[in-house]
């Protein structure tokens, strides 16, 4: 038998309740004993040097955690706009598990199993978008430009639920965007939401839904659908932190509005979702205020913010980290709770005796940068997450250069594109008014 010991590291293991300095052995890609280890006690032969060559690895000073699950990301590289290569962006950085968020579409989904999944180190699952397509030609929502469900004729209830039916090893839920820009100038929104839902509850499985600058109110009102007023316990409530209209904190009141906190309280899950538009320190500061806490952390990678001002996993789970988030909630909402979430607490989110050995190894480092969100607005943040290794299926990967942030060069080009969504919210309150 092979076997390989991280040594002495914190082992944060929310799942089954582990919080402690100890050692996870490996034996044959699985997770066989955490606890002390002593050679007397394995079926290994093989001596702990306690350097990191050989057999063991010394995570002194460390954190070490279930493989990182990344529960919302853009993986469908070459074939859409918003595709990124996950090994390099995910996995070289500490995360053993993405979940594509509705880059293919009951039309397009094959060539995202044969062409990503099949051929990448990182797991790769999926939500399929309820347009047939999905995000074959989109970009993200900004001002300009055309969507996924600017025409009905491409949303299919049948195709999108047939294509999860015959793909449950991969296909863990169902995307919808709703928003005025993708969507026939918002005409489309109700529709395409309401044949989603149907999608979801048909094949048994959680809806994502993007829910921003949208006509979608959060309560429905005179048989219109609601957002999330209508999500279900088990749905998810993605880019959880934007501060465009229709945000889960109530320009009204300023405070986390009545319809968010009770779908929380019922079992809706927010998530992150940071993306290049919608992680805003001011909202994020007033849900934290309130103990309003993401359930998920996710980067939204895509094109438009790998290279800042989303960056990476790690870096989000830093911004939580700044916001006050307890580290063991943190660790969770990259995990078991998205392990959870899509139904795969079977294959991943942690280190359960048995479990493969999908294992990443942390630093908390001591910073000192000012930190940009997506309107340019900056923090002054002094912590941060550093992946120091990574396993999937007790295979180690190397840990690559990760993209350097904060970048004062993001932020200045952010502070234009945040300009042109001021233009388009104050248009939209003017018509309103
Ligand atoms: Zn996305």
Redesign the pocket.
């Known amino acids: 038998m092979q076997s390989f010991v991280i040594k002495n590291g914190r082992v944060i293991d929310p799942h089954n309740g582990i919080d402690e300095v100890t050692d996870v052995v490996i034996e044959n890609g699985r997770i066989s004993k955490i606890g002390r280890f002593s050679s007397s006690t394995s079926s290994s032969s093989v001596a702990v040097t306690g350097s990191d060559q050989g057999p063991s690895l010394d995570a002194s000073g460390c954190i070490v955690t279930a493989g990182l699950v990344d529960c919302?990301v853009?993986a469908y590289q070459h074939a859409t706009p918003l595709g990124i290569n996950v090994d390099r962006s995910c996995l070289a950085r500490g995360v053993t598990a993405v979940v594509d968020?509705g880059s293919s579409g009951s039309g397009t989904f094959s060539g995202l199993r044969r062409f990503i999944k099949d051929q990448c180190d990182t797991r790769v699952y999926c939500f399929l978008h309820i347009a047939q397509h999905g995000l074959a030609a989109a970009g993200c929502v900004a001002p300009g430009g055309g969507g996924e469900i600017d025409s009905l004729n491409v949303v299919n209830v049948q195709d999108c639920v047939d294509t999860i039916k015959a793909n449950r090893d991969m296909v863990i839920g169902v995307k919808v965007r709703l928003a005025v820009d993708i969507s026939d100038s918002g005409k489309n929104e109700q529709e395409a939401y309401r044949r989603a839902l149907l999608a979801a509850r048909e094949a048994g499985v959680p809806l994502m839904v993007?829910h921003a600058r949208s006509n979608v109110l959060q309560t429905g009102e005179n048989g219109a659908l609601g957002c999330p007023g209508d999500l279900e316990p088990g749905d998810i409530y993605t880019h959880c932190f934007h501060g465009h209209y229709g945000g889960i904190v109530d320009p009204a009141t300023g405070r986390v509005s009545d319809a968010c906190w009770a779908a929380k309280r019922r079992g809706v899950l927010f998530d992150v979702?940071h993306?290049r538009g919608a992680f805003f320190w001011r909202v994020a500061e007033q849900c934290a205020s309130e103990g309003f806490w993401p359930d998920i952390i996710s980067t939204?990678l895509?094109t438009q913010c790998v290279e800042g001002p989303s960056y990476e996993l790690t870096c989000t789970m830093s911004r939580m980290l700044h916001l006050g988030m307890e580290l063991k909630d943190i660790v969770a909402a990259v995990t078991s709770k998205p392990a959870q979430v899509i139904g795969k607490l079977s294959e991943i989110g942690h280190l359960g005796i048995g479990m493969a050995a999908d294992v990443t190894v942390l630093r908390i480092d001591d910073i000192s940068e000012d930190l940009e969100d997506v309107e340019g607005a900056i923090r002054s943040v002094t912590k941060a997450f550093t992946p120091v290794a990574v396993f999937r299926e007790g295979k180690q990967f190397e840990i690559l250069e990760g993209r350097r942030w904060p970048d004062p060069e993001v932020r200045e080009k952010l502070e234009g594109i945040a300009a042109s969504w001021k233009l388009t919210d104050a248009n939209k309150n003017a018509t309103e008014n």
């Open positions: 919302h853009h968020a993007h979702g993306g939204d895509h």
